[in-house]
C-alpha cells in the first residue's frame, strides 16, 4: 500500500499523549548566607525545593550552564575554582538530598578550620 497514512498508528482513547504545562512558585525564605560557613549551615537546613530551586531552575532562569550557587561563590565570594568545582557537578545523577550532601562536603573542603 503506498498510501503514507495506512502506516500511522494512533493510540487508542485512554492512551492519548496529553502535554502539561508547569508553572513555579517561589517564595522567599527568611535565611541569607554572607560566608561560605553559613552557606552550608542553611543549606543543611534548606527544603529539597529551595535546592530544586537554585541548582535546576537556575540554569533556565540564568540562561548559562551553571547554577545560583556557583553564581554566588564565584561572583560574591570570589572563589572561581570551588564555583567551577560546584557547577561542573552533574545535577541529574544525584537525588536532591545527594546533590545537598556533595555540595555540603565540596564546601566545607574550602573552609579553614
Known amino acids: 500500500n503506498d498510501n503514507p497514512l495506512a502506516k500511522v498508528r494512533f ?12 508553572v513555579s512558585f517561589v517564595l522567599p525564605t527568611n535565611y541569607v548566607a ?3 560557613k553559613g552557606f552550608i549551615d542553611i543549606l543543611s537546613r534548606i527544603t529539597i525545593d529551595s ?25 560574591s565570594i570570589g572563589d572561581e575554582k570551588l564555583a567551577k568545582e560546584i557547577s561542573k557537578l552533574d545535577p541529574y545523577t544525584f537525588t ?6 556533595k555540595v555540603i562536603k565540596i564546601v566545607k573542603r574550602r573552609i579553614p578550620d
Open 11 to 22: 493510540s487508542r482513547e485512554g492512551e492519548e499523549f496529553h502535554f502539561i504545562k508547569s
Open 34 to 36: 554572607y560566608d561560605l
Open 51 to 75: 535546592i530544586y530551586y537554585h541548582i535546576f531552575e537556575a540554569r533556565l532562569r540564568l540562561e548559562k550552564n551553571t547554577n545560583d550557587f556557583s553564581n554566588w561563590i564565584g561572583t
Open 96 to 101: 536532591l538530598e545527594g546533590l545537598r550532601n
